[in-house]
Every structure is written in structure tokens, then in C-alpha cells.
């Protein structure tokens, strides 16, 4: 069987990895010929996405081009201690993880075309790129992000991202914070996130804007949201040596009705965009399970469907985690009081046995499927 997979980002990569473990042949068409190596915004991989790595092997190479931070702590920018759990988090730059996933994919066996953009999809799966290219497979696999391509050719009235109210930028910053720690703290105008990695500092500030921004970050009224705020946060943005792009953050509160048609299906933010959190976690669980089902269930549709029912339930939750979390980043000030107040009772009970369903997720790879049936 042979796949084409539209996207080299993160879930791109796991889906070929996992795909060439059943035995699939892989081609992985990339818009882009660069990843971006230490440029762009840091991520942070939690157990569940470190666990889903591992399934298929690429977890210690992951990790080694990361930070291990065992601790999550949560601060309001008044300096109270709002949460802290052992949440381990591996914490490397975005485009270093999709180097590493790239890198992995070809040893796999896949093959990886680069420069090369998804315009359509015509009669015959018959995917049409920009270079004037075309090319077919049994399956089309869309892990086109955001603004997934696929997702419109799989239903031209799919609803697209809209902005989510809030933006992001960050740096590399020479002032050191305590090791170990993954910190957010909710100042009064904005959140600070900052992870110190082997790689130095890395922070990203989200501001609350009711309109997209627009022109330069101005970097001493950055600094100058923070400076009312305990901690950190105005010395990471003073003292920032590096400055990675702005993010515009983008959300689809409900969801994307259609995954899967006609022998394609998307995964990862084309499926479901989440925004900062858990989106890379859950490109690579999907990707995972995707293969999975092809592997256990009988018949390419069939597959495609048993991936949906499995995914849907826990993407559709973490979608409405992902909204609330925003909305704690563009509290007002009695909103974020009640946060302050609130956060400590909440997170808590979250870090006991409330986030147990976000955490220890198992993509089940090793477990063999009730009723065995050949591949498709
Ligand atoms: C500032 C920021 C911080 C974040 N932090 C975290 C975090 O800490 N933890 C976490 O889990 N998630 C985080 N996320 C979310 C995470 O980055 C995404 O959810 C994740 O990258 C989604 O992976 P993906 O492969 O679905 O999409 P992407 O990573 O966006 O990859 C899509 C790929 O498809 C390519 N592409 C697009 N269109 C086409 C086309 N037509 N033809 C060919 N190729 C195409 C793109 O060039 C890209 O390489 C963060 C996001 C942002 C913006």
C-alpha cells in the first residue's frame, strides 16, 4: 500500500514513521525546504506525546535534541504560587523537532520532496501541486496544519481558523531562572512562559489584543506589560538575545466536522487546531493511531472510520481545555482574580487524578487487536 502525506511538520513525519512500520510506502510532500532549525517558537512534548513517540521508537532521539523539565509550575504575575506538579516535559525548538522527525522519517525508508505545495486534489486521488506536479497513492494523508489544503478538499465548506484573540512572540534571553521548571505565570496584562533549556532561556509572552497586531514588536512595551508583574518576566524580555517570530494565534472552536473522505483524512492541526499546549502532542497520537488502525482494521474505509471514532472524543475534550486555557490568557481584571483564587483548587485536583485522561493516554500500538485481520 502506498501513502502520500501532505505536510513535513510534526505530524507529517510520525505519520511516515509509523506508516512504514506496517509496511507501508511513504512519500511526505513538504511546502517548505526548511524546518527552521533554531528559529520560531519552542514546544513542549508531555508524557502522552512522549509516550506515543516511543511506540514507534523515535523518543530518545526526540528527547536528546530537548531539555527534560521535570516540573510544571503555574505563578499569577502577583507572585503567589498557583499549581506545581511533576509533569515531566521534554522542551526543544519547534523547528529542531521537525529536523529530528524529518531525519527519523527518511531512516524509516520514507521519501521526503521538499518545496513542494498541495494546490488541489483531482479525479483518481490525484493530488495536483504548484510546481505543475501530480502524483497518486491509495491514501492521501493531510497533516497540512492549520489551513490545511486537504481539510477543504475533503469538504469545500469546512470552517476555517479564525483569530483566537491573542498573540505570541519570544526569544532566547540571556537572564537564567531556576532550572528544572516549566513556569507560566499569569501576569496582569499578559503571560509569560519560560523554559530554561540546555539551549539557554527560552520564554514566549502572550498578549491579550481584541485585533490581530500589526507592525514591529516593540520590545520595551513588551517588556513594560511585565512590569508590574513578580518574577522574571520584564528582565527574560530586557535581556532577550535571540528574538523568535510573532505568532498570531489562531482557534476553529467547533472543530472540523469532516476528517475523512474518499480514501483521504487529515490529523494534527488539520483536524483539529489547538494552538499552544497540547497541538504537537496530539499530531503525534493521531498519526500514531492512524497507523494503528490500518494495521488492525480490515478495509482502507473502514480504517478511516475506527480512526475517527477512536480520536474524536479525546481531541474534541482537549479542544474545550485548549479554550478555557486561552481564555484564563485574556482574563480581564476580575476574571483574573477569580483565576488567581480559583487555579490553586483547580489545578490541584488536576495534577492528582483530573488530568490523568490528558497524560497517560496510550496509543496501544502494542496492544493486538481482538479479532486479528490482515491489512487492507
Ligand atoms: C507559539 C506556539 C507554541 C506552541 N507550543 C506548543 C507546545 O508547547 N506543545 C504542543 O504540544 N503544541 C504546541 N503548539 C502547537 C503545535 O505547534 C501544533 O499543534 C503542531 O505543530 C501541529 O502539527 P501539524 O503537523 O499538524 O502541523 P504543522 O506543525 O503546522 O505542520 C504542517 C506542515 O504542513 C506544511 N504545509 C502546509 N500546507 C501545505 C501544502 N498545501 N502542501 C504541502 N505542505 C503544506 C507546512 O509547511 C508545515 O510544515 C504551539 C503552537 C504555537 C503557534
Not at 501513502?3 to 517548505?32: C, F, K, N, S
Not at 514546544?43 to 521508537?57: E, T
Not at 516535559?89 to 523547528?95: A, D
Not at 505545495?117 to 493530488?127: S, W
Request: glycine fraction near 12%; proline fraction near 6%.
Amino acid at each position: 500500500m502506498e501513502a502520500m502525506v501532505i505536510g513535513g511538520g510534526v505530524a507529517g513525519p510520525v505519520a511516515a514513521i509509523a506508516l512504514r512500520r506496517i509496511g507501508w510506502d511513504v512519500t511526505v510532500h513538504e511546502a517548505y525546504a526548511d524546518p527552521a532549525g533554531d528559529v520560531g517558537s519552542f514546544v513542549s512534548l508531555g508524557a502522552n506525546g512522549l509516550r506515543a513517540l516511543d511506540a514507534i521508537g523515535c523518543r530518545d532521539a526526540v528527547a536528546a535534541r530537548g531539555t527534560a523539565l521535570p516540573l510544571l509550575r503555574l505563578r499569577s504575575g502577583r507572585g503567589k504560587l498557583l499549581g506545581e506538579a511533576a509533569r515531566g516535559r521534554v522542551t526543544l525548538m519547534r523547528g529542531r523537532l521537525v529536523e529530528t522527525l524529518r531525519d527519523l522519517a527518511l531512516e524509516s525508508g520514507a521519501r521526503l520532496v521538499t518545496g513542494r505545495r498541495l494546490t488541489g486534489v483531482g479525479p483518481g486521488r490525484t493530488a495536483v501541486f504548484a510546481d505543475g506536479g501530480t502524483a497518486t497513492a491509495d491514501l492521501i494523508v493531510g497533516a497540512d496544519g492549520i489551513h490545511s489544503r486537504l481539510r477543504t478538499v475533503i469538504d469545500p465548506d469546512a470552517p476555517v481558523a479564525h483569530y483566537a484573540g491573542l498573540w505570541t512572540v519570544g526569544g532566547r534571553s540571556a537572564h537564567r531562572v531556576e532550572p528544572g521548571a516549566f513556569t507560566i505565570t499569569f501576569g496582569a496584562r499578559a503571560t509569560m512562559v519560560c523554559a530554561p533549556t540546555t539551549a539557554g532561556t527560552l520564554w514566549a509572552a502572550q498578549v491579550p489584543s481584541a485585533t490581530p497586531p500589526t507592525g514591529a514588536v516593540d520590545h520595551d512595551a513588551l517588556a513594560a506589560l511585565f512590569a508590574r508583574d513578580h518574577g522574571p518576566a520584564a528582565a527574560l524580555v530586557r535581556d532577550t538575545e535571540q528574538w523568535h517570530p510573532r505568532t498570531v494565534m489562531q482557534a476553529l472552536p467547533g472543530g472540523v466536522p469532516r476528517w475523512h473522505r474518499d480514501r483521504m483524512v487529515v490529523l494534527g492541526d488539520a483536524a483539529h487546531p489547538m494552538g499552544a499546549g497540547q497541538g504537537a502532542n496530539l499530531a503525534v497520537e493521531d498519526a500514531v493511531v492512524l497507523a494503528r488502525c490500518l494495521r488492525d482494521t480490515s478495509g482502507l474505509d473502514a480504517a478511516l472510520a475506527r480512526y475517527e471514532q477512536l480520536r474524536r472524543p479525546r481531541t474534541d475534550q482537549m479542544l474545550k481545555v485548549a479554550g478555557a486555557n486561552r481564555d484564563a490568557k485574556v482574563a480581564g481584571p476580575f476574571t483574573a482574580r477569580a483565576r488567581d483564587l480559583l487555579m490553586p483548587f483547580l489545578f490541584r485536583r488536576f495534577a492528582d487524578k483530573g488530568g490523568a485522561w490528558m497524560h497517560d493516554y496510550d496509543v496501544e500500538w502494542n496492544t493486538v487487536p481482538a479479532t486479528p485481520s490482515p491489512s487492507p
